[in-house]
């Protein structure tokens, strides 16, 4: 659709993703950028971090945004240097999908760059929509772990991007997710 309906046309459109199908090296964007050189800007979404005093430090360093703020560019400012610490995880680096046949450099390597697609440092701009204590995020919607095609189309996606299955603990940490009282 982006293919044959804006990028051959040469129009420009807004299109909205969940972040990982855009980054360099995965998904929608390299497939795309093999045709198109360029054709992504990407805006990643500030989110806070795992732990409180990260967010709280980075929030002391914009005081002075109003949200919603557009920042960019991020690469090679100091901004680049204030969304991404090695002491600062968006996740925590235990609960990031690697897999158990990864090496620890394997597991170091992938690490890093979730962190660096989560933290927003490689996009072209922040979107700042305000204080993390004050961003909410709209729970999955429970039937789709009801669709067998919907669920077996997601655990090849997991296989192909994390070379394992999609774990029960991806639909058991969905608060709306439903109970199964025969677990499969």
Known sequence: MIEKHIL???????????????????????LVEKKYPNAFF???LYTGYATKS???NFEQ????????????????????????????????RTSLPLGPSMSEAQ??????????????VDGDALLFLGKAE???????????YLDLNYRREIERRQKIAFGESL???????????????HPR
């Open 54 to 56: 990260c967010t709280a």
């Open 134 to 144: 004050t961003l909410t995020r709209t729970p999955m919607e429970p039937s789709i």
């Open 8 to 30: 051959e046309p040469g129009k420009k459109a807004i299109v909205i993703y969940r972040g990982l199908h855009f980054y360099n090296n995965i998904g929608l964007r390299k």
């Open 167 to 181: 774990t029960d603990s991806t639909v058991k940490e969905n608060p709306v997710s439903p109970n199964y009282i």
């Open 42 to 44: 990407i805006v990643a």
């Open 61 to 92: 360093t914009v005081l002075d945004w109003q949200a919603p703020a557009l920042a960019t560019p991020i690469r090679g400012t100091s901004l680049e240097n204030k969304l991404y610490r090695n002491d600062c995880d968006v996740e925590p």
């Open 107 to 120: 597991k170091a390597q992938v690490g890093e760059a979730l962190e660096r697609m989560l933290s927003g």
